[in-house]
């Protein structure tokens, strides 16, 4: 286990719904849930701290099982962390086989759409760090936000979409959808789910010409320094 | 108050030296000496403007094809010109979305790239005004600078997030590579050419960045502060040139009277050949065809010095008088020539300077965090602050 590296990556892992019903799955691999958020909703302990305290409970009342055992709960931890700027600080080319964008913030207003955590642009960070035939997952109940990320990953040269058999031979498909305290929120609300998954090919297309422009809208014409500030 | 000249590049083929001072180009005949003038919006002849107008029009950043003797230019107010420079006939003009920090030619001159301060890059064609321009890559911070290798095959482009990113070229959705090691913000990248994949960086570090684009690796760090009386200020790399005929590497720092010099005949060992101490601040400066070092300084009495490439002093020169004779505008206030330097990311907020690099790190990761988190609290905060408004008001109504 020492000399492994994670392998998957769960940004945005909240109270870390997934890593817990991941771990018993993959044994063998090595899972980090990330999160920005200093705190999680209805919790006065901080994200991280929580999902720490979670799993360590979870360590604990397994302690008889081997290190590298099914449910021993060794293989999964948390960070808290900027994924959208820092994604290539933490892993290098290729490490990841498995990405988790599980209910991103939606951004609803259209000047902040380019602060989505799926862009065109920022697909390229993602591809860096997913190794050829690694899948991204993408998870959301706003239907705007689930039709910009199919627009954006299938403009991507680099991103193919999975099938729906594709979907039902994957054991991620039915945690992602059902394992996360949104996930479970929605249901309760017996709201929509959309997902969507995509696999990172070798080699994109010749001849590309290039994106279309990410617009926020007409109304940021004078809002500039709108990034200046978020860098400070 | 005179306008300095706040930018200068060669036009090399053209016998020609380009000075920008605030909206207007000065260009300087080497042979003859002649002197030319040029600005679409202000005139040709040296007036006196508000500042605030004045600022709009600056000219901020300005790019020279040499192989098919192209300018291009982008003022503060978005506006970008591409012109022939042998004619002097603007070729394209267009507005653009954002801010510029940055432009390239591709090799081929069809296309002219523009980074904005979103940390988007654009790809323009360069003979067609009406294309829209394509989204080639983005960062989530400010683009500083980018650069084409000499054998175009990358686009490598750096950021405010200490980063820099080695694209493929033309196929920029694939990263090859990132050139992590820097500390602090870069701004400026220079891939040397004809050389064996090696590209140098400067930014808020103490120290240049040689590395080899391939493979990753950082060769070799140049330091840059010994020999400088910093002061209390940090180094801030404003200018990064290379004449590699004379295999000269010259650097510029912010509000800092030397201009450093690097040996490139050995690039696998880059040493330090002077530090030359200026009489005033430099802002800009360009190696003509010869290897001589013009530089551009932040003072109207002597806008321009010259370095004559043998001596590597400052000297006298005819055609240098003619440059420093003519008459910029007069502004009422001088707006901001220094921009860099306010990319330092603890120029407001400051840490320990005793912090380990990681405890730094982690103070701007926090920072960071705390930012977004404040964000969100304002951008949602819409239900909530009605509850404690609410709140106040049943308060304030039973105090009564």
């Not at chain 2, 503060?76 to 653009?96: C, H, S």
């Not at chain 2, 002093?313 to 505008?329: A, F, G, I, P, Y």
Request: aromatic share 8%; net charge neutral; charged share 30%.
């Amino acid at each position: 286990m020492a000399d492994k590296k994670v392998e998957f990556a769960d940004i945005g892992c909240g109270y870390g719904g997934l890593l817990v019903a991941l771990s018993p799955i993959f044994p063998d691999k090595l899972i980090l849930g990330m999160e920005i958020r200093v705190k999680v909703e209805g919790n006065n302990l901080l994200s991280k701290e929580y999902v720490d305290k979670r799993i360590t409970a979870l360590r604990n009342q397994n302690a008889d099982k081997k290190p590298d055992e099914s449910g021993s709960y060794q293989n999964i931890s948390v960070m808290r962390m900027n994924a959208m700027r820092y994604c290539p600080n933490f892993f290098e080319k290729g490490q990841l086989s498995k990405i988790f964008f599980l209910f991103p913030d939606p951004h609803f207003k259209k000047r902040k759409h380019k602060a989505r955590i799926v862009t065109s642009t920022l697909l390229a960070e993602y591809a860096y760090v997913l190794r050829p035939g690694g899948i991204v997952y993408c998870v959301t109940d706003v239907r705007d936000l689930h039709e910009w990320m199919v627009k954006h990953l299938d403009e991507h040269p680099l991103f193919r979409r999975r099938a729906q058999e594709e979907l039902d031979r994957d054991p991620c498909v039915p945690c992602v959808l059902q394992e996360t305290e949104e996930g479970k929120k929605v249901e309760r609300n017996s709201g929509d789910k959309f997902i969507a998954c995509y696999e990172r090919l070798a080699e994109g297309e010749k001849g590309w010409k290039g994106f279309a422009p990410i617009l926020g809208g007409d109304d940021d014409g004078d809002k500039d320094d709108d990034k200046d500030e978020a860098n400070e | 108050m005179q306008l300095p000249y706040h930018l200068v590049i060669t036009l090399t083929g053209l016998d020609k030296l380009l000075f920008v001072t605030g909206a207007k180009i000065v260009i300087l005949e080497s042979k003859t000496g002649k002197i030319t003038t040029i600005s679409e919006s202000l005139g040709t002849a040296p007036t006196v403007i508000p500042t605030d107008q004045h600022a709009k029009k600056q000219l901020r950043t300005i790019v020279y094809h040499p192989a098919k003797k192209l300018l291009a230019f982008v003022s503060d107010d978005k506006e970008l010109q591409i012109w022939d420079a042998q004619t002097l006939k603007v070729i394209n003009k267009r507005t653009i979305l954002k801010r510029a920090t940055c432009l390239s030619f591709s090799k081929d001159a069809k296309y002219l790239m523009v980074a904005d301060k979103f940390g988007d890059l654009y790809k323009l064609v360069v003979d067609n005004p009406e294309e829209k321009p394509l989204l080639l890559i983005g960062h989530v911070s400010i683009l500083t600078d980018m650069c084409f290798t000499s054998d175009s095959k990358y686009l490598v482009t750096s950021d405010r997030d200490e980063k820099i990113r080695v694209n493929r070229y033309p196929e920029t959705y694939d990263i090859h590579r990132f050139l992590l090691g820097h500390t602090v913000f870069v701004s400026k990248i220079l891939a040397l050419e004809n050389s064996k994949e090696i590209l140098i960086s400067g930014g808020g570090d103490d120290w240049l960045g040689v590395w080899n684009y391939t493979t990753g690796k950082l060769l070799q760090k140049l330091d840059i502060v010994t020999g400088v009386e910093l002061g209390e200020s940090k180094p801030t790399v404003v200018a990064l040139k290379a004449h590699q005929p004379s295999n000269t590497l010259a650097v510029l720092l912010e509000k800092m009277n030397y201009i450093i010099l690097f040996d490139l005949t050995d690039l696998q060992h880059i040493k330090q050949k002077k530090i030359v101490k200026l009489e005033r601040e430099p802002l800009s400066f360009a190696f003509d065809s010869a290897g001589n070092i013009w530089i551009a300084n932040n003072s109207t009495e002597r806008k321009v010095d010259f370095l004559a490439k043998d001596k590597l002093e400052v000297v006298d020169s005819q055609l240098l008088k003619q440059v420093n004779n003519v008459r910029t505008d007069e502004v009422e206030e001088m707006f901001e020539l220094y921009e860099i330097g306010h990319m330092r990311k603890w120029s407001r907020w400051q840490p320990d300077p005793n912090f380990s690099l990681r405890q730094k790190r982690q103070a701007a990761l926090d920072h960071d965090i705390e930012k977004e988190e404040s964000k969100k609290k304002t951008r949602r905060g819409g239900q909530k602050q009605k509850e404690k408004k609410a709140k106040i008001a049943a308060e304030t109504q039973s105090t009564q």
